[in-house]
């Protein structure tokens, strides 16, 4: 049925069965739904009376045009419904004990629970917390055992969303958090229980334990209080930048962490460490023991016991003692006085002033001013025992240490070491750090030792080797430690020099001389200005001297044999030779040897004269003056005058004077001989001509042209080594000459008989 209602008023007793009923366009009521806008009420609807223009259905359903209310009538105590849908904006007085079911969704802060009882059935692991959601608990009770199972469903929804608890929370029983960091935004926090627990369950077997907060005094820092897991010392910090709870440890060597100021009424310890430089107003009648900084006493000091003056000196009623010795036997006597920072002992025998201590002065100016007398140290009796005396301290050891070797008794002076004292010529070490050691000790003899850098422990030996030595003779051995001679020098290495050096202009070397004379020696010395060396024979020569003489000799097999003279009487070198003659005799052969093309020379000088040369220039024997070669030997055997390139056994260029010329012509020497012919008509082709020489050394000459010669009768001209026409052999131009004057005298031979 559609449409509107009769208008006249409905028995409520009777049944009417409506198939549809609209009430506007949101509200539709049938026989099996009930529907509100675009939602579905109920799917069963069980009435006994519909009243219009409001339907009622039963006594707990009221449907009109604009909404339906669900009553408190018991005739439908329970809504059966396969789902419900809409955002709850509309609920009011909701029981929620009687929710029940797996899906509790979107629960807002205006749904008033307030005067109701959560059951925790209603949140089992199915529920979804969406964003923003709310548990409004204000004035309720949770009971039961509230749990949010670890699923993934859940777990990705607290991550993700804001999930937040309104008003008071009371849990009735165990809370266990899992996670990093818990947050309280809170303006006060009380713990009922007396200990609060630090590192339970943690990983970290033995980290820092404490309590840290951050503050800003114009930069974000932190303070706290904790236990340093690395000395087991309890701290109190401030001005830390790190976050503390980013390690498992304070990281104390960070630059901004810093031990805080802590004050306190009463600090009591079994023991008390630092300087103490920080500390005021200490009761000195509270001090029982430790060492008390000179600064920090009062004018006066009452001393009621003993009073310890560093390590070795000690004031007490009954005496006063320094080290072993005691100085005065009690304090009241007149002849002790102590008075700013000046204390005198006896009648000024002894006066400690300003950290100095004097015997026999009262104004000590160094750490021990003894006056009018010795020190006497040591711990031997006997001249043969080694003993330690002084020692330069150090800190670690001692540097400089004074003592006496064990076994001569001699004066010790150390760098890094000590005498051994059971142990001749040994040596400890004096001070563990690395330092080069080294030592002298003196007797009969003096020795000096030295040793490379070395890290020795304390009373360890050390090795150290002698280097120089003065023998009670006076000899002086450097490497040698029984030198033989004035100056015995011995090294092991493969190169050994000895070297003197000077940094100003001047001669450098070394005199020799007999008895201090300035006439009887020898100098070897180096001159820098010139670069020059020089070898002095300081003995005074003239003409005729038999003393002065140089030699130079060497051992062959035993004997020393001279090599070489330089004679006192002149100058005379001989080398061979002990009685040289000439300026230079020499026994046996001379061999001078030269690197360069032009070879050695050999220079023959005359005062005002041209020199001549010798030299060996590139093989070839030449002799020269002025820069120019007027005799020149080939290696061929050939030899050049006025021409450096000999061509045959004797090459002149120029005119050669001469008594007697004989050229070899003996049938000894000659094979292939054959008569001449046609001599005249090749005599007669030759043409004589007159000419000047191009280099000027001729005018006028008559001769032949040796190309033209070349043409006619080639055995007779000379070509060069190059296998240039050069010269021709006038000489054997007689032969043909001869022949031709035959020739023309039996032609007139032949005519005269006619």
């Known amino acids: 049925m559609a449409g509107k209602l009769p208008g006249r008023a409905l028995d409520p007793t009777t049944t009417i069965t409506i198939n549809n009923i609209s009430f506007g366009d949101n509200v539709a009521v049938n026989s099996s739904v009930i529907v509100l806008g675009n939602s579905t009420v109920n799917t069963v609807v069980n009435s006994t009376a519909v009243v219009t223009p409001s339907v009622n259905v039963g006594s707990n359903v009221f449907v009109n045009t604009s909404t339906i209310h669900l009553g408190n009538s018991t005739v439908n105590t329970v809504i059966h419904t396969t789902g419900f849908t809409g955002n709850g904006a509309g609920l009011h007085g909701v029981n929620a004990a009687a929710l029940e079911g797996n899906s509790v969704t979107n629960i807002l802060t205006s749904a008033n629970t307030a005067a109701n009882t959560l059951a925790a059935a209603a949140f089992t692991n199915a529920v979804s917390f969406a964003n923003n959601t709310f548990l409004p608990l204000a004035g309720g009770t949770l009971t039961g055992a509230l749990t949010i199972n670890a699923t993934a469903n859940v777990v990705a929804n607290l991550a993700a969303n804001n999930v937040t608890f309104r008003g008071d929370v009371q849990i009735d029983g165990n809370l266990v958090v899992s996670g990093t960091s818990v947050t309280l935004n809170v303006a006060s926090l009380a713990v009922e229980d007396n200990m609060i627990y630090l590192n339970n369950g943690s990983q970290v077997s033995h980290p820092d334990l404490g309590i840290a907060g951050n503050y800003n005094d114009g930069s974000y820092k932190h303070a706290g209080f904790f236990r340093d897991a690395t000395d087991g010392v309890w701290k109190v910090f401030d001005g830390y930048t790190p976050e503390p709870d980013a390690s498992a440890f304070i990281d104390t060597s960070n630059a901004s962490f810093r031990i805080a100021h802590f004050t306190a009424n009463v600090i009591t310890g079994a023991s008390f460490s630092g300087n103490g430089v920080a500390l005021t107003s200490i009761n000195a009648s509270s001090i029982s023991s430790g060492t008390l900084d000179t600064a920090r006493l009062p004018a006066t000091v009452n001393v009621s016991t003993a009073l310890n003056v560093g390590a070795n000196v000690n004031l007490s009623t009954t005496g006063i003692s320094i080290g072993n010795v005691v100085v005065n036997s009690s304090l009241t006597s007149t002849s002790f006085a102590v008075g700013g920072n000046t204390a005198t002992f006896g009648t000024a025998a002894y006066v400690v002033a300003n950290g100095n201590v004097g015997i026999n002065t009262s104004s000590p100016s160094t750490k021990l001013h003894v006056r009018t007398g010795y020190i006497t140290a040591g711990d031997q009796t006997s001249t043969t025992g080694g003993s330690k005396i002084l020692a330069g301290d150090y800190g670690d050891g001692a540097l400089a240490t004074v003592g006496s070797e064990y076994s001569t008794g001699a004066m010790f002076l150390g760098y890094g070491v000590w005498p051994n004292t059971t142990t001749a010529a040994a040596f400890t070490s004096s001070t563990g750090a690395a330092v080069e050691r080294g030592a002298y000790v003196s007797a009969g003899d003096h020795r000096w030792y030295t040793g490379g850098g070395q890290t020795v422990a304390i009373g360890s030996a050390v090795t150290i080797t002698e280097k120089v030595r003065i023998a009670a003779n006076g000899n002086v051995g450097i490497g040698n430690s029984a030198p033989a001679d004035i100056l015995s020098v011995h090294s092991s290495s493969a190169d050994s020099y000895i070297r003197m050096n000077s940094s100003n202009v001047g001669n450098t070397g070394i005199k020799i001389s007999y008895s201090g004379s300035s006439t009887h020696g020898m100098d070897i010395f180096y001159y820098p200005n010139n670069a020059q060396c020089y070898f002095d024979s300081k003995y005074q020569v003239n003409a005729g001297t038999v003393y002065g003489d140089i030699y130079f000799r060497q051992n062959v097999a035993g004997t020393m044999t001279t090599r070489m003279t330089i004679k006192g009487d002149g100058g005379n070198v001989g080398i061979g030779n002990t009685s040289p003659g000439q300026k230079l005799t020499v026994s046996g052969s001379i061999q001078l040897i ?161």
């Not at 010669?709 to 080639?714: K, S, Y």
């Not at 032969?735 to 032949?750: N, T």
Request: proline share 2%.
């Open 594 to 754: 030269d690197g360069n093309a032009d070879g050695p020379q050999v220079i023959l000088s005359s005062a005002g004269y041209t020199d001549w040369n010798i030299d060996n220039f590139s093989g070839q024997l030449r002799m020269y003056a002025g820069g120019t070669s007027y005799f020149n030997l080939a290696a061929n055997g050939n030899l050049g005058i006025g021409t450096g390139s000999p061509s045959t056994k004797l090459d002149v260029s120029g005119t050669i004077t001469c008594t007697t010329l004989t050229e070899t012509s003996s049938i000894i020497f000659k094979e292939n001989v054959n008569p001449i012919i046609n001599a005249l008509d090749n005599i007669t082709k030759l043409v004589g001509v007159t000419y000047d020489r191009k280099d000027g050394s001729a005018k006028q000459k008559a001769g032949l042209i040796a190309e033209d010669v070349e043409q006619v009768l080639p055995n007779v001209v000379q070509k060069d080594r190059d296998g240039n026409t050069y010269g021709i052999h006038y000489t054997n131009l007689i032969a043909y000459l001869v022949e031709s004057i035959k020739e023309l005298k039996a032609e007139i031979d032949i005519l005269k008989s006619k």
